[in-house]
């Protein structure tokens, strides 16, 4: 093959007698870069979208959570508790009530839903509170009826940052919150609402549970809510993030009947189908520019064996078979697509770890729930890539190798 690939090498180094076959190939070999970094790229946003979701999902939310199946609430939560921890696969478990409320501070209000937890616990199946901006849940880890130092009894609130930021409300100020869970009066029924002092808030990196979130003690919400020694679900931490749905139908049976389980994987699936969706479309619609460079390639393939008929003619007048033929033309295909691959590759993985690195994309998180646009480069993409690449340029020779090896030498050399 070295005399081949020789002879291929020289013909697409060599100066054209027609200038626009040079042109054509080196927009052959721009478009291979070209399409091929914009898939690198394309491909290290979706996978980093996917992992960013998943991760800030996982550390925001609970494994699996219990709950009844006619939503009325669970009464013997601390016996079911008690049971479960003695579960395989279960880590921890963290019972918890919630309602929407509506949070306002003077003229400026917000919807909620507020959860009524045992720090503690929620803690070690949730990492939502983790990420306080300011403030402590300290607060919410005394009991309900203690006073703090100062003598208030105003019971503590943790409230996400982007709420905080809509009602104007930072750590130390008091808020209303007002439940529609409310009062039986001769007047009707009548909002129930209680003040609340914030005493943190978190970040999660989500908009809708930074914006739509709050947490108290789990006392304060049954009061709150008029649900005194319920809970509306047990949340669980497991050992096996993809067998959630396993170890959620075991911890169905242990709870009995009349109960029902879900988990992340059955929350966010349609998230996450829209993203393997998304990641498919990226790379069928970004490899169309990779189709249209093989097609220049065809082109100035096609041009270079007219122009090179006699050279043809007296190779094979010369003793070099028809098959050595295509293959020159095979391989000075090839080069244009390695050589495009190798830019395109060097391009698209610097720019992704460039964003991976310095975040220098940002994005509005209220629209898609991520503050910067994630980049996760990953080695199987780019063989994929290459592989494809290589792929649609070797099929992009076929033709132009075929015509230049079916050349009769007397009929090139016939006038000469």
Same mark, same amino acid.
């Given at each position: 093959?070295?005399?081949? $690939? ?28 070209? /399409?091929?970094?914009? &898939? !690198? ?51 921890? =478990? ?11 501070? /003077? ?8 959860? /009524? ?14 990420? &306080? ?13 203690? @006073? ?8 503590? $609130? ?11 409300? @930072?750590? +130390? =100020? ?30 999660? +990196?989500?908009? @809708? ?29 497991? =050992? =096996?993030?993809?067998?959630? #749905? ?37 790379? !069928? ?9 093989? &097609? ?40 244009? /697509? ?15 770890? $460039? ?5 220098? !994309? ?17 080695? $199987? #993409? ?35």
């Amino acid at each position: 093959m070295r005399f081949e $690939l020789f002879v291929a090498a020289r013909y697409l180094r060599a100066k054209r007698r027609q200038a626009v076959i040079g042109i054509i190939t080196w927009i052959s070999i721009t478009g291979v870069a070209v /399409g091929v970094a914009a &898939l !690198i790229i394309a491909l290290a946003i979706t996978n980093g979208t996917q992992r960013d979701f998943q991760s800030q999902l996982l550390s925001s939310t609970s494994d699996v959570d219990l709950m009844r199946t006619m939503n009325d609430g669970i009464h013997n939560w601390r016996a079911l508790t008690e049971r479960f921890r003695h579960l395989p696969h279960v880590v921890a =478990d963290a019972p918890g009530i919630y309602e929407p409320v509506l949070i306002s501070r /003077g003229a400026l209000s917000g919807g909620a839903m507020l959860k /009524g937890i045992i720090p503690r616990e929620e803690l070690s199946v949730s990492g939502m509170l983790k990420h &306080l901006e300011s403030g402590s849940l300290a607060p919410l880890s005394r009991p309900a009826n203690a @006073q703090d130092e100062s003598g208030e009894a105003t019971p503590p $609130l943790v409230i996400g940052v982007d709420l905080a930021n809509s009602i104007g409300a @930072q750590v +130390g =100020d008091t808020v209303l919150v007002t439940s529609p869970q409310g009062e039986l009066t001769p007047w009707g029924l009548t909002p129930k609402y209680q003040r609340f002092q914030v005493v943190g808030i978190f970040h999660s +990196g989500f908009y @809708q549970y930074d914006d739509g979130f709050g947490y108290v003690r789990l006392a304060d919400a049954q009061a709150l809510f008029g649900e005194p020694d319920l809970v509306s679900e047990i949340s669980f931490k497991v =050992d =096996d993030l993809y067998h959630a #749905d396993r170890i959620a139908e075991e911890i169905e049976k242990a709870a009995g009947p009349g109960f029902t389980t879900t988990n992340w994987m059955e929350q966010n699936r349609e998230l996450f189908r829209a993203l393997r969706l998304e990641q498919v479309a990226t790379f !069928i619609v970004i490899g169309l520019i990779v189709c249209v460079a093989a &097609l220049n390639i065809l082109i100035a393939l096609t041009m270079m064996v007219m122009e090179k008929t006699k050279d043809i003619a007296v190779l094979m007048s010369m003793g070099v078979q028809p098959g050595q033929i295509r293959r020159i033309f095979l391989l000075q295909g090839l080069l244009i /697509g390695v050589i495009g691959t190798a830019i395109g590759l060097i391009l698209g993985y610097t720019v992704a770890f $460039l964003g991976q690195h310095y975040r220098f !994309i940002h994005l509005s998180a209220d629209v898609y729930s991520l503050d910067y646009l994630p980049f996760a480069p990953r080695i $199987l #993409d780019g063989v994929i890539v290459t592989a494809m690449s290589l792929g649609v340029s070797l099929l992009a020779t076929l033709y132009p190798s075929s015509s230049a090896a079916s050349v009769l030498p007397a009929e090139a050399l016939r006038y000469e």
